[in-house]
């Protein structure tokens, strides 16, 4: 009987599942047309379904219900023990009336079905230990990990050290707060750990230790400098405490990311470790991967062959390219050969002699290791050199040529390397034009030419740039005698200890070898007694250590406009920050003077027809009562065979007055005037003087 209780039981509750999901599938909008009320159902069909489901739910879990058997039977038992009210007879039972519907009111109590569990998903946001990583990295209020309440970082005290006020390495005073404040705050704001590791990696630097105050053993080898960036971009040079006070770090931190910066190295590898690689930031090493094991090394005689390869190729010569370590030992190749026609023409003859062929990367490397270039230096232009290329000029004059080449540059090196005489390389830069802009209006317009005269000194580096425009100088050789008169005047006045003066140039005669220039050079030299030596370079090969200031000027103009001669003058003084700027004299009209008369009348060597000429001199030499000269370099000085005379003789004035430009170049200049400054311009070129 518990058992045929049991299965009635279960049927009812199986029964008001299902009356339940009918009910809540019937819908409740009035407004809709289908009509899916479902139909009539009897108590019998209704209790069939339920122990149709019961059964099948029976027959999906086997195992469930046979290790329910003992433990169901001993139930049964209890209950019919304990249930001595149930009577079958007024227990109520399932209507078999067909006819009657459903009444909800008395349908069966229905059961709490258990709905599925929700699967929990990672919110590794809300996180205990990730909250607090990210209040740490917001430099937020916050609990570490060991429960320690951790209050917002904060901006450290100056550093007031009396070492860093007297050392000329640290400028911890020169920070403002406000630049400490600015730091500080630009410091936390960023976004990540990386990236303020990366920050202080590339503000510490490492040296090799100077000087060791501990005779023992020391495992350090090297001395970390630290320093500030202002948000200007200028580096301030800082004491370690200034440096972890304004950045509010630990020094523990410092050391931890600079150890990861610096990598271990032996004493010996710091020793063979070149300075420049030290004072740079050294990042995290970039590891290699491995190596998969298909590439196969080259072999050294694979090498060897591409050596001899290469030397057998036709080079030619830049005797005359000027003597430094990058072009001294250079092999030019013709004008159009490119590398990797060379590299095509290597692997056809490797594989006809049945060797194995490199890449175009390591021919390359070879290739420019070996010394190899195509590219052929522009100053490489001298025309006894070009004729001698195509074949139209003999051997014997080119051989000469090459030979006065070389031999007047290893006399202007012994030259310098005398420090009981000054010695000096002058030359004219190009002309600038003035104004210079970018302007489109100013294309098609004639400007006012600004020149400019510079002396170099082989021995302290100094550099002089006499500057004029048109309007105060013109090109004449009184212009550039007054020029040679003016400097070396002002510098035997500052150098008294100097009695011997060397004066390298190029072969112009119209700026260097002339008898205007002559005659000033010994009013001079015959004035203070001293001994000027003119010395020139051989035609088309005259690049000297002057011509840096004209590379390092045209830099410098390139990257701005300039509209007036004066914005010459200051970019010539700021072109150059170290070992010194350029000292920059602006000439005017009323400055240069000449000779009121002449000591000699010529400096030709010669006198008849056949003889040398002024174009043949090579040096000439300056002192009282004589002028000398010589023909090569490696000659001896002879006396110029012109009568010197013994007479004294005054400067005069050599301009009056300004120079007029044309009248089109003064109406084009006040066509300008819009595209430039007001008050400079008007000062300038309101009113010319003009035709």
């Given at each position: 009987m518990a058992a045929a209780r049991k299965e009635h039981m279960e049927a009812a509750e199986a029964l008001a599942v299902l009356m339940d999901l009918m009910e809540n599938s019937q819908l409740q909008d009035d407004n809709c047309d289908l009509d899916i009320t479902p139909p009539e159902v009897t108590n019998n069909e209704i209790e069939n379904t339920a122990l149709h489901v019961l059964t099948t739910n029976t027959e999906a879990a086997p195992v469930q219900l046979s290790q329910r058997g003992n433990e169901a039977e001993s139930d049964m038992e209890a209950e019919d023990e304990q249930d001595v009210a149930y009577n079958p007879d007024t227990s109520p039972e399932p209507s078999t009336d067909s006819d009657t519907e459903m009444d909800p009111s008395h349908k069966p109590q229905s059961i709490a079905l258990r709905s599925p569990t929700k699967i929990r998903k990672r919110k590794p946001h809300q996180w205990k230990s990730n909250i607090r990583k990210k209040l740490r990295l917001e430099d937020d209020e916050h609990t570490n990990s060991v429960g320690k309440h951790q209050q917002k970082r904060e901006l450290g005290p100056m550093c007031t050290s009396a070492f860093?006020?007297?050392?000329?390495?640290?400028?911890?005073?020169?920070?403002?707060?406000?630049?400490r404040k600015e730091i500080f705050t630009s410091f936390w704001g960023m976004k990540s750990w990386e990236c303020r590791k990366s920050y202080i990696q590339a503000l510490v630097t490492a040296q090799p230790i100077k000087q060791k105050k501990n005779t023992t053993?020391?495992?350090?080898?090297?001395?970390?400098?630290?320093?500030?960036?202002?948000?200007?971009?200028?580096?301030?040079?800082?004491?370690?405490k200034m440096f972890c006070s304004t950045l509010g770090i630990s020094k523990r931190t410092i050391g931890s990311w600079t150890s990861d910066s610096f990598?271990?190295?032996?004493?010996?590898?710091?020793?063979?470790?070149?300075?420049?690689?030290?004072?740079?930031?050294a990042h995290k090493p970039k590891t290699k991967s491995p190596c998969s094991g298909k590439t196969k090394p080259v072999s050294e005689e694979d090498m060897k062959y591409l050596k001899i390869w290469l030397l057998d190729l036709p080079t030619v010569e830049s005797h005359y390219c000027r003597q430094t370590d990058t072009y001294r030992d250079k092999k030019f190749?013709?004008?159009?050969?490119?590398?990797?026609d060379l590299h095509e023409d290597y692997c056809k003859s490797a594989s006809g002699k049945s060797m194995r062929a490199v890449g175009l990367t390591m021919f390359r490397k070879m290739f420019s290791a070996m010394g190899f270039s195509i590219f052929i230096p522009k100053k490489d232009q001298c025309e006894k050199c070009m004729a001698a290329k195509v074949g139209n000029l003999s051997n014997d004059l080119?051989?000469?040529?090459?030979?006065q080449k070389n031999l007047a540059r290893e006399k202007k090196e012994k030259d310098k390397d005398d420090n009981s005489k000054s010695v000096w390389t002058m030359d004219l830069q190009a002309v600038h034009l003035c104004p210079k802009t970018n302007a489109s209006s100013a294309y098609y317009k004639t400007k006012v030419q600004v020149h400019n005269m510079t002396y170099f000194n082989l021995g302290t580096k100094e550099g002089f740039c006499y500057t004029w425009d048109e309007c105060n100088g013109n090109l004449s050789s009184e212009m550039f005698a007054y020029i040679y008169y003016i400097h070396f005047e002002n510098y035997v006045k500052a150098n008294p200890g100097k009695k011997?003066?060397?004066?390298?140039?190029?072969?112009?005669?119209?700026?260097?070898?002339?008898?205007?220039?002559?005659?000033?050079?010994y009013h001079l030299a015959r004035k203070y007694n001293v001994t000027i030596d003119q010395k020139v370079l051989v035609t088309g090969h005259t690049q000297m250590e002057c011509d840096s200031m004209h590379s390092t000027i045209e830099r410098n103009i390139q990257i701005i406009d300039i509209f007036t001669p004066t914005e010459y003058a200051v970019l010539f003084r700021t072109s150059r920050k170290r070992p010194f700027p350029y000292t920059v004299v602006e000439i005017e009209y009323h400055h240069p003077v000449k000779l009121g008369g002449q000591y000699f009348t010529s400096i030709r060597p010669g006198k008849g027809k056949g003889d040398p000429t002024v174009g043949d001199l090579k040096a000439i030499r300056y002192e009282r009562g004589e002028v000398q000269y010589?023909?090569?370099?490696?000659?001896?000085?002879?006396?110029?065979?012109?009568?010197v005379r013994e007479v004294e003789l005054?400067?005069?004035?050599?301009?009056?007055?300004?120079?007029?430009?044309?009248?089109r170049k003064f109406q084009d200049v006040v066509s300008m005037l819009s595209i430039m400054p007001t008050v400079p311009a008007k000062r300038y070129f309101e009113n010319p003087p003009h035709d």
């Amino acid at each position: 009987m518990a058992a045929a209780r049991k299965e009635h039981m279960e049927a009812a509750e199986a029964l008001a599942v299902l009356m339940d999901l009918m009910e809540n599938s019937q819908l409740q909008d009035d407004n809709c047309d289908l009509d899916i009320t479902p139909p009539e159902v009897t108590n019998n069909e209704i209790e069939n379904t339920a122990l149709h489901v019961l059964t099948t739910n029976t027959e999906a879990a086997p195992v469930q219900l046979s290790q329910r058997g003992n433990e169901a039977e001993s139930d049964m038992e209890a209950e019919d023990e304990q249930d001595v009210a149930y009577n079958p007879d007024t227990s109520p039972e399932p209507s078999t009336d067909s006819d009657t519907e459903m009444d909800p009111s008395h349908k069966p109590q229905s059961i709490a079905l258990r709905s599925p569990t929700k699967i929990r998903k990672r919110k590794p946001h809300q996180w205990k230990s990730n909250i607090r990583k990210k209040l740490r990295l917001e430099d937020d209020e916050h609990t570490n990990s060991v429960g320690k309440h951790q209050q917002k970082r904060e901006l450290g005290p100056m550093c007031t050290s009396a070492f860093c006020k007297k050392s000329n390495l640290r400028n911890c005073s020169s920070l403002e707060e406000t630049d400490r404040k600015e730091i500080f705050t630009s410091f936390w704001g960023m976004k990540s750990w990386e990236c303020r590791k990366s920050y202080i990696q590339a503000l510490v630097t490492a040296q090799p230790i100077k000087q060791k105050k501990n005779t023992t053993s020391s495992r350090r080898h090297t001395s970390l400098f630290y320093a500030l960036k202002k948000f200007d971009g200028s580096i301030v040079s800082v004491c370690k405490k200034m440096f972890c006070s304004t950045l509010g770090i630990s020094k523990r931190t410092i050391g931890s990311w600079t150890s990861d910066s610096f990598c271990k190295r032996s004493q010996g590898e710091l020793l063979e470790a070149d300075e420049s690689e030290l004072r740079t930031t050294a990042h995290k090493p970039k590891t290699k991967s491995p190596c998969s094991g298909k590439t196969k090394p080259v072999s050294e005689e694979d090498m060897k062959y591409l050596k001899i390869w290469l030397l057998d190729l036709p080079t030619v010569e830049s005797h005359y390219c000027r003597q430094t370590d990058t072009y001294r030992d250079k092999k030019f190749l013709f004008p159009g050969t490119k590398v990797t026609d060379l590299h095509e023409d290597y692997c056809k003859s490797a594989s006809g002699k049945s060797m194995r062929a490199v890449g175009l990367t390591m021919f390359r490397k070879m290739f420019s290791a070996m010394g190899f270039s195509i590219f052929i230096p522009k100053k490489d232009q001298c025309e006894k050199c070009m004729a001698a290329k195509v074949g139209n000029l003999s051997n014997d004059l080119y051989n000469e040529h090459v030979e006065q080449k070389n031999l007047a540059r290893e006399k202007k090196e012994k030259d310098k390397d005398d420090n009981s005489k000054s010695v000096w390389t002058m030359d004219l830069q190009a002309v600038h034009l003035c104004p210079k802009t970018n302007a489109s209006s100013a294309y098609y317009k004639t400007k006012v030419q600004v020149h400019n005269m510079t002396y170099f000194n082989l021995g302290t580096k100094e550099g002089f740039c006499y500057t004029w425009d048109e309007c105060n100088g013109n090109l004449s050789s009184e212009m550039f005698a007054y020029i040679y008169y003016i400097h070396f005047e002002n510098y035997v006045k500052a150098n008294p200890g100097k009695k011997h003066y060397i004066i390298w140039s190029d072969n112009c005669c119209h700026q260097n070898k002339n008898v205007t220039v002559a005659n000033l050079l010994y009013h001079l030299a015959r004035k203070y007694n001293v001994t000027i030596d003119q010395k020139v370079l051989v035609t088309g090969h005259t690049q000297m250590e002057c011509d840096s200031m004209h590379s390092t000027i045209e830099r410098n103009i390139q990257i701005i406009d300039i509209f007036t001669p004066t914005e010459y003058a200051v970019l010539f003084r700021t072109s150059r920050k170290r070992p010194f700027p350029y000292t920059v004299v602006e000439i005017e009209y009323h400055h240069p003077v000449k000779l009121g008369g002449q000591y000699f009348t010529s400096i030709r060597p010669g006198k008849g027809k056949g003889d040398p000429t002024v174009g043949d001199l090579k040096a000439i030499r300056y002192e009282r009562g004589e002028v000398q000269y010589k023909l090569s370099h490696n000659d001896d000085w002879e006396m110029l065979p012109q009568r010197v005379r013994e007479v004294e003789l005054d400067t005069l004035q050599l301009f009056h007055q300004q120079s007029q430009i044309t009248q089109r170049k003064f109406q084009d200049v006040v066509s300008m005037l819009s595209i430039m400054p007001t008050v400079p311009a008007k000062r300038y070129f309101e009113n010319p003087p003009h035709d």
